[in-house]
């Protein structure tokens, strides 16, 4: 069965750091680019992070400079270190497979908040 599983998130106070993982199962993450996407309350899911099958990371402007987005094949896990976060970061933060998203796992909620 294909499942990508986010997980790491927590609550942290501003400027602070998280890393989030996404595992995944069933099959080779390796073959695939990779989104971030988190929806915060109210919003719509947005993509904040790209990463194509050789590593390249590429953001979305608000994140940009504090969000680093990694993958490590041989763990078939892909990593979000997010640093300096603000309260705007708060949202439920997602994989999935760019560029047609498959099934959206839980997600993991990261709340900023002091």
């Known amino acids: 069965q294909v499942m990508l599983v986010e997980s790491g998130g927590g609550l942290v106070q501003p400027g602070g750091s998280l890393r989030l993982s996404c595992a995944a199962s069933?099959?080779?993450?390796?073959?695939?680019?990779i989104g971030w996407f988190r929806q915060a309350p109210h919003d719509e899911r947005e993509l904040i992070a790209t990463l194509t099958i050789n590593g390249l990371a590429d953001y979305k402007s608000s994140v940009k400079g504090r969000f680093a987005a990694t993958r490590d094949n041989a763990k078939n896990t892909t990593y979000l270190q997010m640093n300096n976060l603000k309260s705007g970061d708060t949202a439920l933060y997602y994989c999935n497979f760019l560029p047609n998203a498959g099934t959206w796992g839980p997600g993991t909620q990261v709340t900023v908040s002091s």
């Open positions: 069933g099959f080779t993450l390796g073959y695939y680019a």
